[in-house]
């Protein structure tokens, strides 16, 4: 293919099939669990919890609110004519806690365009990945599950003879396993690894096997449910890459305005010991927490998120990125 000429398929075609499958892959993987029970929001809202209801208090749940596990009754939670805001308001915070027992069908469609002082750099590249959230509560902490599926359109690389190409690929699948809690006083600990499996459809955009130690250190208010934190991963990279090793993670904050409204984003950042490469976004958006339905309410998540990377791109990489985000929020199937 003639470098100089525009990627096929047209970013039009990419763009579009990239959003079908984003709001497809999203509903079908929530419906089958939303049709069992309703996905009512899990109890009132974190400024109320030194106050909580009957049907939370029957739990005997004893600790920082984002810790409990419990689904309740928003109508009993909620006065009728509050019913859903505070829920909802909780139910945002809870989301942006990466402690947090919460069952969560996260997509999210990511738009970056890439630039750099490589011929054919400056491209614009779309990527659908879903990332479930699989929480295990348990006596003393949640034990947590998120893979990362991503799906490439125009994905970008550097050739050997150092111009960019671009491909549409399956990416590389990443897993991250966890174990920890908030506590009382709002301080979030988890502890875990992450691993990333070289999966991609592409040779070249094909990762290494990669494993290591993975930390979440952050603060939940417990008054107003705001958060703050972040996550940091050091991986190896085996069995090719002797120096093939990296920093990375995100930094996520999620300040609640009400209703379900926050001020929200989860930049992912990525140091590279091997190119000395250091991609840092940063990061501002919006987040709303809506329940649709009347019968069986079902709560989503919807959010967009720009981030701005600096330092600028050297020979290839992303200088901006928008991301959308549609999250449905299921029960516990293993919850009772």
């Known amino acids: 293919m003639n470098l100089t000429d525009e990627p096929s398929p047209p970013g039009v075609f990419r763009f579009a099939f990239a959003a079908v499958a984003f709001v497809a892959l999203t509903l079908c993987g929530s419906v089958s669990f939303a049709e069992d029970e309703p996905a009512d929001a899990l109890k009132p809202a974190a400024s109320d919890a030194a106050a909580p209801s009957s049907s ?3 739990a005997g749940h004893t600790g920082h609110p984002h810790d409990d596990p419990t689904v309740c009754d928003v109508k009993k939670a909620t006065p009728p004519n509050k019913t859903g805001s505070n829920a909802a308001s909780d139910l945002a915070s809870k989301l942006a806690n990466p402690t947090a027992p919460v069952m969560a069908m996260n ?3 990511d738009i970056t365009q890439n630039g750099g002082s ?3 750099a400056h491209r614009a590249s779309f990527t659908y990945s879903f990332q479930p959230a699989f929480p295990f509560p348990t006596k003393r902490g949640n034990v947590i599950f998120r893979p990362l599926i991503p799906i490439e359109f125009g994905a970008p690389y550097v050739t050997t003879a150092g111009t960019v190409d671009t491909a549409v690929a399956f990416g590389n699948i990443s897993l991250d ?7 009382k006083n709002g301080l979030m600990v988890m502890g875990g690894f992450s691993t990333l499996f070289p999966t991609s459809s592409k040779s070249e955009l094909r990762a290494d096997w990669a494993l290591g130690p993975e930390v979440v250190l952050g603060y939940a208010s417990p008054k107003n449910g705001n958060v703050y934190g972040t996550i940091t991963q050091f991986t190896w990279s085996f069995p090719t890459r002797a120096d093939g090793q990296s920093v990375g993670g995100q930094y996520f904050y999620a300040i609640n305005l009400g209703q379900g409204w926050q001020i929200a984003a989860q930049p992912v950042w990525s140091f590279s010991r ?4 250091l991609r840092f976004p940063l990061g501002v958006g919006f987040a709303k927490v809506a329940v649709f339905g009347k019968k069986k309410r079902q709560p989503i998540k919807l959010g967009v998120q720009l981030w701005g990377y600096a ?4 020979a ?7 991301r959308f985000t549609i999250a449905p929020v299921i029960p516990l199937p293993w919850k009772k």
């Open 311 to 314: 330092p600028p791109p050297d």
């Open 274 to 277: 091997e190119t000395k490469v």
């Open 56 to 58: 939370c208090a029957a």
């Open 177 to 183: 396993t966890l174990y920890g809690k908030t506590l």
């Open 316 to 322: 290839s990489g992303p200088e901006w990125q928008l």
């Open 118 to 120: 490589a011929p054919g």
């Open 107 to 109: 997509s999210f469609l």
